[in-house]
């Protein structure tokens, strides 16, 4: 509301003035737009998500479990190594 009352007065507005208004304005549409469209999306279900934190600690768990079955196998087959 207060962005289209000072539009209406563009006449009364200096020069510098209007050019700050005119950007003010744009990045709040920007900015509206942005949020509606994520808005929308939560809505509906298709929030993109990213995985990546999840699949590194995925990772880091395979390689750990390798490891120890590499370790277990080694271990097995030394005949000095008693459990």
């Known amino acids: 509301m207060m962005v289209k009352r000072y539009s209406e007065r563009g006449g009364d507005l200096k020069f510098a003035q209007r050019f700050r208004l005119n950007n003010l ?32 600690e995925i990772e880091a768990g395979r390689k750990k479990k390798e490891a120890e079955e590499q370790a277990a196998a080694a271990a097995a087959e030394d005949p000095r190594h008693f459990a």
């Open 25 to 56: 304005s744009q990045t709040y549409a920007k900015y509206k737009d942005i949020f509606r469209k994520r808005t929308a999306q939560k809505e509906e279900g298709k929030v993109q998500r990213h995985f990546g934190a999840a699949a590194k």
